[in-house]
């Protein structure tokens, strides 16, 4: 009341003594009719779908500007132009009655098309939750792209939020300072498939594969022989499988994911070679996809690249990048070679549904040949049909992919990441997943938890999306 009787008392034309406030209210103040006391109406953003896709549709605040996700990468589109109240008042402000009011109705923003799927994103969501609650997990990270042309069907990060009520922490935001409660806010809003960095471990196999491939220092044919360890310099690195391979080619090397057979092949290529690749794939960057906040490869100085660094560079350890940068490079791998950029946004219409603005991306070129590529698939159909990977398989479809178990920094902390890459149909593909698995405690193997989510996602997805069947009679090898 204190409050209200200042602002009110006060000479000057107009105060504003509440904003946001919710339409039942509003309402019961308009029916009092006051003198003087003026309620104006305004547009709010409403999600009909609360929590889906949070961290990427972004949400307004108060006066509708964008905040994070889309809402603000295409505030422009969006926001359309505000309209106007014109009153003509005295010299002390206040209104005359005599005067009227005339209005400047604003126009509406257009309407942005978007590549993302409702129904692909709602089971993913569902998958995501079901992997961080049966398996503990801090989060659950799942993205779905369409190799060809980068076009995003899913982007989960899940814990997500609700987009009605952003700033609802729960009970996490009681009795803390404001600035804590702000560090709060930008954890859960934060989009970890795009901003936050992880150690890729095996799944990185599938880079390294490329790469001496496309260089010639390797065929899937090639004898190698694992006792368990390799010693690089001074440095003695171990296999998973500590009792070791004994002799494989390369297929078995990348099927049963032996680290000591990709530690030669990262010192055959050599670390200015390597990164040359590096570079090529466009890993050391940014990707470009239409979200703020996208974060880069951390990786070593070249001149800071000795033979140790090199060996645990080309398994997957001791640098770290985006799931989107994982996803975007794989896509480029496995599609004939051709770099996408990974994106969302189609087309801009308005209001009438004509097509004012079609959203491109720019052609990254070739990153690898077609024959690299095609043999690459191939190896990685390998992994899934008969190795590390089996949990992947989709009853009626040729699935390829990589899975990964990466011990997350510190070393020895017991904390894991677990994660899987894989795209169907291995031989063409029109889909690639990569899910990770923040933390799970209990068996933390990616072949073992992280490969049968991919599964589930496929053996819905794919029927949905209308790819046809490519095996016939096989049945799904699912591991709960």
């Not at 398994?315 to 480029?332: D, E, H, K, R, Y």
């Not at 899987?420 to 899910?435: S, T």
């Amino acid at each position: 009341e204190e409050y209200v009787r200042k602002r009110v008392q006060k000479y000057s034309s107009i105060e504003k003594i509440k904003s946001n406030v919710e339409k039942e209210t509003g309402d019961r103040i308009r029916s009092y009719d006051l003198a003087g006391v003026k309620v104006d109406e305004d547009y709010k953003r409403y999600y009909p779908y609360d929590t889906l896709a949070s961290k990427v549709l972004g949400f307004t605040g108060g006066d509708n500007q964008g905040i994070i996700g889309l809402e603000v990468k295409y505030e422009e589109v969006l926001k359309g132009t505000e309209g106007t109240i014109l009153t003509v008042t005295d010299a002390r402000g206040v209104e005359l009655a005599t005067g009227g009011e005339e209005r400047v109705e604003p126009i509406p923003g257009k309407d942005l098309y978007i590549s993302m799927d409702r129904n692909i994103q709602s089971y993913a969501t569902q998958l995501a939750r079901q992997v961080m609650e049966t398996k503990e997990a801090e989060r659950v990270s799942i993205i779905v792209i369409n190799p060809r042309n980068g076009e995003l069907y899913a982007m989960v990060d899940v814990p997500e939020f609700d987009l009605n009520h952003p700033y609802d922490l729960g009970e996490a935001g009681e009795g803390v300072s404001e600035e804590q409660k702000q560090e709060l806010l930008n954890q859960m809003w934060r989009n970890g498939c795009i901003s936050d960095t992880y150690e890729p471990g095996s799944t990185f196999k599938i880079i390294t594969t490329a790469a001496a491939l496309e260089e010639g220092v390797v065929t899937p044919e090639e004898s190698f022989y694992c006792n368990g360890s390799i010693t690089v310099e001074d440095t003695r690195i171990r296999c998973h499988k500590t009792t070791g391979h004994g002799s494989e080619d390369f297929t078995h090397a990348i099927m049963n994911s032996c680290n000591p057979v990709f530690i030669q092949l990262g010192l055959r290529l050599g670390a200015p070679r390597f990164f040359h690749y590096f570079e090529q794939f466009q890993m050391l960057s940014t990707t470009g996809i239409d979200l703020p906040g996208e974060g880069a490869t951390i990786m070593h100085q070249l001149k800071n690249v000795g033979p140790v660094e090199l060996a645990t560079i080309s398994f997957g350890q001791s640098f770290q990048l985006t799931p989107i940068q994982m996803a975007s490079t794989v896509s480029s791998l496995i599609n004939g070679g051709e770099r996408v950029t990974p994106h969302i946004a189609l087309t801009c219409r308005d209001r009438d549904g004509k097509v004012t603005r079609t959203y491109k991306t720019k052609d990254k070129g070739s990153v690898v040949s077609k024959e690299t590529s095609e043999i690459l698939r191939g190896l990685l159909h390998q992994v899934v049909a008969e190795g590390t990977g089996k949990n992947g398989q989709v009853a009626g479809f040729a699935v390829g992919g990589k899975t990964a178990t990466s011990q997350m920094l510190p070393r020895g902390s017991g904390k894991y990441i677990a994660s899987f890459i894989g795209f169907a149909p291995a031989e063409d593909p029109e889909v690639l997943a990569i899910v990770i698995i923040h933390e799970p405690q209990g068996i933390y193997y990616g072949g073992t938890i992280a490969a049968p989510v991919c599964s589930q996602l496929f053996e819905n997805i794919l029927p949905y999306l209308g790819v046809e069947e490519t095996e016939k009679n096989t049945d799904s090898a699912v591991a709960q």
